[in-house]
């Protein structure tokens, strides 16, 4: 052991979610230590379907025009749609349209931002290099080889591969973004409920100039039914660098040599004798499986350690990185002082069931994939849900407390706060853009009278909270219409006002400004950041009793 270190969140795993976990932590400010086993971020084109939500997060962190600036991103723009094809220069023998890209690409209601197709090797490095200007520690070539939990902190040691030295840190929490394999998931006994197993599959990286067979066609992905194997064709920049997907039988992982993989490639395009040179070959197991917790005292499983799907629907590693941001201001509240530890209880009931959903949908459009060959009937699944509300309706608890008595519709507590657009600085904004590190108290155009009391009760708890009211706030004047739609899309009065969390989801809303506004948003800062928990007459936690509904 050369030193003894302290930090106050050590992630292990320095893959898509442990670099986004890095990357929110310190952005919120937290100092926090990432440990990545490999000596490289990964080489290997891997996840790269990035959705809205992803993308409203990698907005805040200041990373959107980067990652839309990358190659892959630039490439595959205006791809869209899954076909179905005997070989690539062959026949076409299906087309899915729906549930993609091609019917939510104008999201402008739901989302100041898109879809984005970015490959994780050129992802990954954005979010490290972010991390890293914000002030996280990130350590390649070091893995994390065990993890004592006790009621002040975690022990960890840690292991630089390279130099063979060994290294206890002290953390106040544990991130385990150790992958699906986790290894921290397996130390701490928790087991993993869903579906299983749904089949093996080998990712050949490779670069063949498949531009004429591919015409002007410009898919996300092809599945090909002649090569007598199941396998797909994703395109990485639909000229001369592609994945290929195979379906193979554990145990055959050795028969994958580069001259069958060539074979297999230059099967799939349909054209005998093309050049192909193959780049990396990765073998990868498709699961539906959910970890039966989340949360272990101070250790927290993020990512594909938490929870694993198909890549259909590409809601994988999506859901790792909401994960992340679900967590990190949590834990930056938590440390801060500003939260009680019972907030952090919220990450497992929150992202745990929205993992479930998100696991179940990515089954079912796996399911449903040998439709589009004819190979199962030929209506879809009514189990499958559209990808917007898979995406973007999930909904949180409200906290005890923290809901106004009006649990449905746009605006309600729990659900993520809706886009509006507005004009900051004559620039084109969102209201999403408000929401960052602090929570936020949105008022309509006659709420004036919120600024004041907001504030005041805000700094009589010790907590920070930014507040906007809409008319009032000279950089953001508006046209009336647009208050109006944020009225509506809130579901609040124009003298109401709604509480919404550094994450962008709404913890609490008032239709109308009650009599004493100070005291609804005290009870609802309360609520949000001290959940199920109050201070009694001496001091000691209790349960907080519902406060019902704070509108007038
Ligand atoms: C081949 C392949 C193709 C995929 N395609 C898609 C797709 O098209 N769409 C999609 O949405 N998802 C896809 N996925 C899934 C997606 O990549 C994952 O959901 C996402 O990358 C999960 O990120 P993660 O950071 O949780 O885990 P990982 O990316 O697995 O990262 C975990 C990291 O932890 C490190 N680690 C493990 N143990 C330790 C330790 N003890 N100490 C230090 N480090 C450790 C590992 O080296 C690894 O780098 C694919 C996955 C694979 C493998």
Redesign the pocket.
């Known amino acids: 052991m050369v030193a003894e270190n302290r930090t106050s969140v050590l992630v ?7 670099l986004s976990m890095a990357a929110f932590l310190s952005w919120h400010g937290v100092r926090c230590l990432l ?4 000596p490289a971020l ?1 080489p290997h084109p ?4 990035v959705n809205p939500r992803t993308m409203e997060l990698l907005r805040a962190l200041g990373l959107e025009e980067r990652v839309r600036d990358t190659a892959s991103s630039k490439a595959l723009a205006r791809n869209a749609g899954v076909i179905a094809v005997e070989t690539l220069a062959g026949r076409q023998v299906g087309e899915l349209r729906q549930y993609f890209m091609d019917h939510v690409t104008d999201l402008g209601e739901l989302s100041p931002t898109g879809w984005c197709m970015c490959y ?1 090797d050129e992802l990954e490095p954005l979010l490290y290099e972010r991390a890293s200007e914000l002030g996280a520690e990130l350590l390649l070539d ?3 080889l065990s993890a004592e939990a006790d009621d002040t902190g975690v022990t960890a040691v840690l292991r630089d591969r390279g130099r063979g030295a060994g290294r206890t840190v002290r953390a106040d929490y544990l991130v385990a ?4 394999g986790s ?1 921290t998931r397996a130390r701490l006994g928790i087991g993993t409920h869903g579906p299983g197993s749904l089949g093996h599959f080998m ?1 050949v990286a490779f670069e063949a100039d498949l531009t004429e067979p591919l015409g002007s066609r410009r898919f996300i992905m092809c599945y090909v039914t002649g090569t007598g194997t199941r396998c797909a064709l994703l395109p990485v920049n639909n000229r001369d660098r592609w994945m290929l997907h195979v379906m193979y039988r554990p145990g055959e992982e050795a028969s994958f040599t580069e001259r069958r993989c060539v074979e297999l490639v230059r099967a799939a395009a349909g054209v005998p004798g093309l050049d192909v040179r193959v780049e990396s070959v ?1 073998p ?1 197991h498709s699961a539906g499986l959910v970890a039966d917790r989340f949360q272990d005292g101070r250790v927290f499983l ?4 938490a929870h694993v799907m198909p ?1 259909t629907g ?5 859901t ?1 990185v909401q994960d992340a941001h679900n967590l990190a201001w949590k834990l930056a509240a938590v440390l801060r002082g500003e939260a009680s530890p019972s907030l952090l209880a919220t990450y497992d009931a929150e992202r745990r069931p929205v993992a479930d959903l998100t696991v179940a949908q990515a089954v079912l459009r796996h399911a449903d994939r040998p439709r589009m060959a004819g190979q199962a009937p030929a209506a879809p699944d009514p189990a499958i849900l559209p990808d917007e509300q898979v995406i973007f309706d999930y909904r949180y608890p409200a906290p005890a407390g923290g809901g106004d008595g009006r649990e449905a519709g746009p605006g309600a507590p729990g659900t993520r706060a809706p886009h509006v657009p507005l004009v900051v600085g004559g620039a084109e904004r969102s209201t999403l853009d408000l929401y960052a590190r602090r929570p936020v108290l949105v008022a309509g155009p006659e709420g004036e009278a919120w600024r004041g009391a907001a504030a005041r009760a805000a700094a009589g708890m010790g907590v920070p909270l930014d507040v906007h009211v809409l008319a009032a706030t000279p950089d953001a004047p508006g046209p009336y219409d647009a208050h109006k739609s944020w009225c509506e899309r809130h579901g609040v009065t124009p003298s109401g006002a709604v509480l919404v969390r550094p994450d962008g989801f709404v913890a609490w809303r008032a239709a109308a400004e009650p009599a004493d506004p100070g005291a609804a948003v005290g009870d609802a800062l309360a609520a949000l950041l001290r959940p199920g928990l109050t201070e009694d007459a001496a001091g000691g936690p209790r349960l907080r009793p519902p406060t019902g509904s704070v509108t007038p």
């Open positions: 292990a795993g320095g893959g898509m979610v442990g440990v990545e086993r490999q990964t891997r996840a790269r379907g994780q070091t893995e994390l973004a150790d992958g699906a290894e990712n990765l990868w993020a990512g594909d350690a890549p590409a809601f994988g590693s999506n790792g």
